[in-house]
């Protein structure tokens, strides 16, 4: 996707979020986007667009103090962080998108005052849902950047699932918006050799193999 409506439409069909702001929360959300679009490298596409409230925190907060344990200091987050997010103490509604170049983008428009920002997906150590009945919060910590996004208890699960794809993905270099599970599914059910014998015989009525090459194949099919 390289356009602000396609990143729109995408987030609305995969139910990735939407802007609750009354009359012009959709006009808003697509303002958002075209910050995304604009910051677009030449070859760069987004592979998976979302729709959030933004909740930044100060990166000083999460560090780990001296002479704290690995486990102490993700008991102290986890306190710190648990109920602390709230709709309305979030920044707004900000648009995000994971890149096929790694970045993970998100922007929000506002008049006069536009707030951009990128992070390599590889900086990311930390994605950790924090649900409730209904609402939910995203917390994402990299290595210059610590921030929530928070929405309905499902937006975010689908949204921590879309990342931990997306990093996966990265690690393994294939960065093509197909999620893991997707391309696992399609790796472990490969063409049979009945499918393959009629994309033969496809390919001989199309000129495209010569009836020899055809014939050896199916005597090979019927060994």
Known sequence: MKKAE?????????KLGFNLTPLIGPWLQK??????????????????????R???????????????????????????????VRYF????????????????IFARWVPFNNDYKSIPLSNINTINPNTRIVW??????????VFSIFWTKRVVFNIAKRLEDSK?????????????????????????STEAL?????????????QEEYDAYKEKFLK
Do not use: W
């Open 89 to 104: 103490s979030c920044k707004g509604f900000t648009a995000y998108g994971i890149t096929n170049a790694g970045r993970l």
């Open 168 to 192: 996966s993905d990265m690690q393994d270099g294939v960065m093509d918006g197909i999620t893991t599970a997707n391309r696992q599914k399609v790796t472990s059910n490969p063409m049979t």
């Open 136 to 145: 939910g919060s995203l917390r994402i910590e990299s290595f210059r950047e």
């Open 31 to 52: 303002k958002h986007f075209k910050l995304i679009e604009d910051a677009l490298g030449r070859d760069e596409e987004v592979l998976v667009s979302f729709i959030a």
């Open 6 to 14: 396609e990143m729109y439409a995408f987030a609305r069909k995969e």
């Open 54 to 84: 933004h909740h930044p925190e100060d990166r000083e907060n999460f560090q780990q103090e001296q002479g704290e344990s690995p486990e102490d200091f993700h008991e102290r987050i986890s306190n710190k962080q648990t109920g602390k």
């Open 198 to 210: 009629k994309e033969r015989k496809k390919a001989l009525d199309e000129g495209l193999i010569t």
